[in-house]
């Protein structure tokens, strides 16, 4: 029932602060923005509407009307001064291609993990579902009395979305201000680990449909368990793989049959994205930093690095959300 409730409104975010990044001056207070994006379909009376057909299992349930901290296209005042933006995409099954309406370029200082190593310019960032960015805009690059709408770009590689251009919210250069932010060159120190130091390889395909029309799982499609890991559904009483504690692992999730974005999450650690191949073809800018879900577009094969450094019982899944509820996950435990 994950879907239905967070499309109904099941999401936010926290922000968790070091003294080191304190030490960094990054924008805060007035210039600190939280933004949940999620969309949202509505009935005739306006109340959010979650009933997704068999097709939107498929596909992810998505909806068109976009909002921001559940508000639908936001106004927010700005000066003349860089903003930080801390964006959680918390919607069901929608990626945003975020970009500025003006074209300009934007800083990428963190992903899900916390900061990057250092800052990174882009024109667009490509965040799935369950995904964050942490953004530096720079304002004054805006002309005072203009509109800058953060909006998603039009993005190639899925068939079921990413056609069309749309805004998100919208940005009022209203206020003249000097700007005191200065840039820092790095931002953050973790220790990268090397592919040399893993002691095993996993391997996850997730780019593979139950055959419905036979096997165990019979014939009816409205049955769980279209989408699977390595052949699985879900099953909350199966320990699907065994994790030696403080063992350092590549897990390789292999989309390459595939035709639906799968963005891969864990519970309970941090990872580094290594390599893709295929589709995208490279590590982006946002995937530099400590991450717990990356996208897997059809066609791409991802390899992460992960040390486990914590006991229990976890699970990893398709952060899309009526994959993941149709059993699009499975258990590890780390003992
Ligand atoms: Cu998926």
Redesign the pocket.
Known sequence: KTGKQVFMGLAGMFIIESPEEKALNLPSGNYELPLVIQDKRLDTNGAVMYSPTLEEVMI?YMGETITVNGANAPVQNVTTRTYRLRIVNGSNGRIYSLALSNGNSFMVIGSDGGLLPAPETVTSLLLAPGERADLLVDFSKAALNSDVYLQSNSFSGVSSQGSQIFKIMKFTVNKAETDTFKMPTSLNSFTSLSAASASKTRTFD?GVMMDMGSGGHGGSMAMKGM?TINGKVFNSDRIDESVTLNSTEIWEFDNTKGD????MHLHGTFFQVISRTGGRGNILPHEKGLKDTVLVMPGEKVRIIVKFEHTGKFVFH???LE??DDG?MLNFEVK
């Open positions: 992810g997730i989408h639906e974005p799968h963005p398709c952060h899309n994959h993941e699009m």
